[in-house]
């Protein structure tokens, strides 16, 4: 399967969301909320994003404190000394930000919000007073989470909520993804076994290709695949088929 990065109709609205928070009108409300269930592609995507643009990207941690943040987040910039007090740390950090002005991605950033939201009030300070984008990545609570603390909240300039892609967004994963061609009827089974969760797109068009290859085929049809299981449904613990081809 190739390796690239495939931009659905998610990716297009996370990059006008980006763009409408970096022409905000309050300097200090420079936070995107990127939300969703799990499996839709929110952390790839952003995470694609940041290398694109150069992007500042971290995963929090569960047992993440507001010095442990600072010293991973200098950490991962490499050019900031990770050591000394949190006031240090925060003030190079700080400094690093205002003058680069590069963005900031936090994902898993429900991590942030134990203990009074401690740490997401620092990153919020690093925001507000370097006055850069900041993106918060987190599952489909996130935004009632957040929207308990108000100082932050308020900061939000824009949220975007990830949706299961859609059965172009699908068809056309395969025509760019697969090594081996998807017709369109197959690709159409790909997108209702995997409900349009771009992880398990990902890893039924690897299942189809695997099993061309290993048939011979120069083209994926359904008919090649009619009852073959291409996923697992681990809710109910059952297996998932593609259907008959139409007669």
Not at 125 to 133: F, K, L, M, P, R
Request: proline content about 2%; some cysteine; glycine content about 6%.
């Amino acid at each position: 399967m190739k390796r690239q990065f495939v931009k659905t109709e998610n990716y297009a609205r996370f990059v006008a969301a980006v763009r409408a928070t970096e022409q905000r009108g309050a300097a200090e409300a420079g936070m995107l909320l990127l939300h969703g269930l799990p499996g839709l592609g929110k952390s790839h995507t952003a995470d694609r994003w940041a290398v694109e643009t150069g992007a500042a990207f971290l995963r929090a941690k569960v047992d993440w404190t507001p010095k442990y943040f600072l010293r991973d987040l200098a950490l991962a910039l490499r050019t900031v000394d990770p050591s000394g007090t949190s006031q240090q740390l925060f003030t190079r950090l700080l400094d690093h930000f205002a003058r680069s002005q590069q963005a900031l991605v936090i994902d898993e950033a429900e991590f942030c919000l134990t203990g009074g939201a401690a740490v997401l009030e620092k990153i919020r300070d690093i925001s507000d007073y370097a006055e850069i984008t900041v993106v918060l990545i987190g599952m489909e609570k996130i935004q009632r989470m957040i929207a308990r603390h108000g100082q932050i909240y308020s900061r939000i300039a824009q949220a975007v909520e990830f949706t299961p892609a859609t059965r172009a967004d699908v068809a056309y994963a395969c025509a760019q993804l697969s090594e081996v061609p998807i017709t369109e009827a197959l690709a159409a089974e790909v997108h209702r076994l995997s409900g349009g969760r771009m992880r398990e797109v990902l890893n039924i068009i690897a299942n189809i290709e695997r099993i061309a290859r290993e048939s011979g085929l120069d083209t994926a049809d359904v008919r090649h695949f009619e009852g073959v299981q291409l996923s697992y449904d681990w809710s109910s613990r059952k297996g998932k088929s593609v259907r008959k081809a139409a007669a």
